[in-house]
């Protein structure tokens, strides 16, 4: 595992929501943010990016999965998750839309420590350097803004 520059840059992303959850979620909503253990996208409408939000999870394409995962990012593991076409993604995309093939990307990390981080609100926040990993696959609908960590310091 390599270790985060502390010089490093973070940036706040607001990926492309393609979706909603399908019916096959299954979601603890006692919390906030709802804690998911089985993850279905239910896509209505992609427009291409390869990184997808359904808040509070996040998705990649596999090969982007791959790629995330041979830069030894830190911060992130990835699981299977279900993924379907709603009838209205098919009217919106075409009948012969495809599904995507996707994994979950699990956020582990701490944001401003670990290339892959979570605020408290579960916004995602990336390094530099996945940033930079992210940007070989599309990400045109993705809005990326700098996010510095909040201060702990008392004033």
Not at 32 to 44: D, G
Not at 86 to 107: H, R
Not at 125 to 148: G, K, N
Request: proline share 6%.
């Amino acid at each position: 595992m390599k270790k985060v520059d502390a010089h490093m840059m973070y940036h706040l992303l607001k990926p492309e929501v393609p979706g909603e959850f399908g019916d096959n979620i299954d979601l603890d909503t006692s919390v906030h943010p709802p804690r998911v253990s089985v993850f279905h996208l239910s896509i209505t409408d992609w427009l291409g990016d390869e990184l997808l939000e359904s808040f509070p999870c996040f998705a990649v394409t596999t090969a982007l999965a791959d790629k995330l995962t041979d830069a030894e990012l830190t911060g992130f593991a990835l699981a299977d998750m279900e993924v379907t076409m709603s009838e209205e993604a098919y009217e919106l995309m075409g009948d012969d839309a495809e599904t995507p093939q996707l994994k979950w990307l699990q956020i582990t990390g701490r944001p401003g420590h670990d290339d892959f981080g979570q605020t408290a609100k579960a916004h995602l926040v990336v390094s530099d350097r996945a940033l930079e990993t992210l940007r070989t696959h599309t990400l045109e609908h993705c809005v990326i803004q700098s996010w510095e960590p909040p201060s702990t310091e008392s004033v």
